[in-house]
C-alpha cells in the first residue's frame, strides 16, 4: 500500500528534481539584465566557467517582458544551463516567468499564494524564508529545500548551524551578502544546497 510520503513525493517529481539538480550544481548564478543578447553572452560565459545555473531577477518593473525575452533566448540558445526566474513576488508573475520558459521560480519573501501557486502545478519554486515561522509555512506546503535571505544579515553561518537543529531536513540556498570571501564557509555548511550571487557573474 502506498504511504502518505511516498504519495506526496510522487506529486513533487518536478521539485525534488530540480532540488537534486542545483544542489549538484552547487552555485546559482544572480543575473541582472532585460537584454536577451546580453543574457545568452553571460549564460555561455558562466557555463564554460563551471557555473550550470542562473536566475533572471525580475527587478525592473517596467520591462519584465525583457525579462521573459532572456529567459527564452537563455533556454534556446544556452540550454546546457538551468534557468530559474527570481525576486517573483507574486502568483501572476509567477505565471508570467513559467510561460517565458523559466525552470525554477525562486522569491525573495513567503508568499503563500506564490507558493500554493507552484506547488499545485508541480512547478519547481524555492521561496524565500528568513524565519523559523516561515521556514514552517513552507514545511507545510511540502517543501524542504528553501532561500535563505538575505543570510548574512540574518546571521551567516552561525544562523544557519542554529536552523540544523530543529530544521534537520531543511537545506537552503543561501544568498545576500555572499562574495568570494566568504563563499566557502558557506560551502561548508551541511545545510547548504547553493549557494547564489552576482558575484558568480564576474
Known sequence: METEEF????????????TELLE???????????LPAEAVVIARRL?????????????????????????????????????GAATITSSKLARRAIKSGAQFILTAGFNPETV?????????????VATPGE????MEFGLYALKLFPVEILGGVKYLKALSGPYADCKFIVTGGINDENVSQYKDCENVLAVSGSFLCR
Open 47 to 83: 557555463f564554460a566557467n563551471g557555473v550550470k545555473a542562473m536566475e533572471i531577477a525580475y527587478r525592473d518593473r517596467e520591462n519584465y517582458e525583457g525579462s521573459d525575452e532572456c529567459i527564452r533566448a537563455i533556454r534556446d540558445e544556452v540550454p546546457e544551463i538551468l534557468v
Open 135 to 138: 521556514i514552517e509555512q513552507a
Open 116 to 128: 500554493k501557486y507552484c506547488v499545485s502545478r508541480d512547478f519547481p519554486i524555492f521561496p524565500g
Open 7 to 18: 504519495r506526496d513525493r510522487m506529486t513533487m517529481k518536478k521539485q525534488i528534481l530540480l
Open 24 to 34: 549538484e550544481a552547487g552555485s546559482i548564478a544572480v543575473v541582472q539584465t532585460t
